[in-house]
């Protein structure tokens, strides 16, 4: 898996502005993802290289359009960690916060922070997105993303509350979502932000192409939202 990180980062043009142990750790955090996955279902991919291009280098091409030095971001929905702990590991100064309902996988991720030299403490919330985002972290996070197959609406109600003003949301998505992007409109709107940036991006070494959609926060939302979650079910912005 290293020698796969390595040439794609450099294929990324990311050589020289990542940690030089980044291959090293995203290799060994492969490896326990894989280990933990025969009894836990972390992830569908189940082979070494498909997990270093299609989640470590999938998540590294964000690198390429955000500046995440210094910052906060909030990974909402975070799984096995992605995008948020590749991110810390490519980005040390970032200021990581991991959120998903399943208290076993932030139990996990924790595991493998500690595991990993030179990565330090990361924050993780237990809980659902909607409840989180009328707590004590509403908007004071620069960015918060999402990389979830969850409709473009949704992930808009539960990711923008919890963006300070001038911070951003960002979607990982299809390229297949143009309808998506268009049906979303109004939750943007409503919610406090404008679509600023797309990109459509190749994972090396594939012929995949994954979309990255840059949502800015210019105002703050309604205090209304996020709604509970049956209503943001049954009746999407």
């Not at 985002?133 to 509350?161: I, N, Q, S």
């Not at 297949?176 to 679509?195: T, Y």
Request: glycine fraction near 8%; include cysteine.
């Amino acid at each position: 898996m290293e020698e796969i990180i390595s040439a794609g980062l450099k294929e990324l043009g990311l050589t020289g502005r990542v940690p030089a142990d980044a291959p090293a750790q995203l290799a060994q955090y492969g490896r326990m993802l894989l280990e933990k996955n025969q009894v836990m279902n972390l992830t569908a991919i189940r082979e070494p290289e498909g997990v270093a291009r299609l989640h470590f280098l999938d998540c590294a091409a964000l690198l390429n359009f955000c500046d995440f030095e210094g910052k906060s971001l909030i990974d909402v929905g975070t799984g096995a960690g992605f995008p948020g702990m590749v991110l810390k590991i490519l980005v040390p100064s970032l200021k990581i916060n991991l959120l998903d309902s399943l208290s076993k996988r932030l139990e996990w991720l924790t595991e493998v922070y500690e595991d990993l030299d030179g990565v330090d403490s990361i924050t993780t919330f237990h809980g659902r997105a909607e409840e989180w985002g009328h707590k004590g972290y509403r908007e004071c996070f620069d960015f918060a993303t999402a990389r979830a197959v969850a409709d473009l609406r949704v992930l808009c109600e539960l990711c923008l509350p919890f963006v300070k003003v001038g911070g951003k949301f960002l979607a990982m998505k299809s390229t297949g979502s143009d309808q998506e992007l268009a049906e979303a409109d109004h939750a943007v709107k409503v919610l406090g932000g404008r679509v600023t940036e797309i990109h459509d991006y190749a994972i090396p070494g594939t012929d995949i192409t994954h979309r990255l959609i840059v949502m800015e926060k210019t105002a703050p939302t309604p205090k209304g939202y996020p709604r509970k979650w049956t209503r943001i079910q049954k009746n999407p912005l």
